[in-house]
T-cell receptor
């Protein structure tokens, strides 16, 4: 069964600290993996998109990693800011079938 | 300029009514989508249109019907609204089915 699981479900960190969000998937065949940030009351915004051959991709303070062998991805946030408070959603695309599988997201709260 | 815009932002209506949500994108994308986000914040794809052709149609009730007058618009029409239809509905667009999707701000539908 094609699934995307994210952990932790929620996370609270102090401003300035680093954190890592996890995404494990069973989607096959794999096409690409995306991380989205969704602020409360807003639509998701793309952070990174990674294909099979990419291990790491950065977007400012956000760094995503992908291990296609173990079917795991992580999103590392460096020097967190209050504006990083949001839900982070992992999305995996299946090759050929044009299907997208969404994780349930990790709710990150950054406190001063 | 807003890339993907949805109207209305909020919609409150009674059971049994028929309502429409409009979506427009000015990105020149050829593919548009509708997603439903339930109270658990899980995003589920409902429909996508590519050049006016339905290419994904998840198992949603036939009370929901997408209507695309042109490739810049994909409206969602819902007949005989039910309590369980209450959710946030997101419109998105992309160039091709494999590229990053850009989301609208969402329409919060409340059925009373």
């Amino acid at each position: 069964k094609n699934q995307v699981e994210q952990s932790p479900q929620s996370l609270i960190i102090l401003e300035g600290k680093n954190c890592t969000l996890q995404c494990n998937y069973t989607v096959s065949p794999f096409s690409n993996l995306r991380w989205y940030k969704q602020d409360t009351g807003r639509g998701p915004v793309s952070l990174t998109i990674m294909t099979f051959s990419e291990n790491t991709k950065s977007n400012g303070r956000y760094t995503a990693t992908l291990d296609a062998d173990t079917k795991q991805s992580s999103l590392h946030i460096t020097a967190s800011q209050l504006s990083d408070s949001a839900s982070y959603i992992c999305v995996v695309r299946q090759t050929g079938a044009n299907n997208l599988f969404f994780g349930t997201g990790t709710r990150l709260t950054v406190i001063p | 300029d807003t890339a993907v815009s949805q109207t209305p932002k909020y919609l409150v209506t009674q059971m049994g009514n028929d309502k429409s949500i409009k979506c427009e994108q000015n990105l020149g994308h050829d593919t548009m989508y509708w997603y439903k986000q339930d109270s658990k914040k899980f995003l589920k794809i409902m429909f996508s249109y590519n050049n006016k052709e339905l290419i994904i149609n998840e198992t949603v009730p036939n009370r929901f019907s997408p209507k695309s007058p042109d490739k810049a618009h994909l409206n969602l029409h819902i007949n005989s609204l039910e309590l369980g239809d209450s959710a946030v509905y997101f419109c998105a667009s992309s160039q091709g089915g494999k590229n990053i999707q850009y989301f609208g701000a969402g329409t919060r539908l409340s059925v009373l």
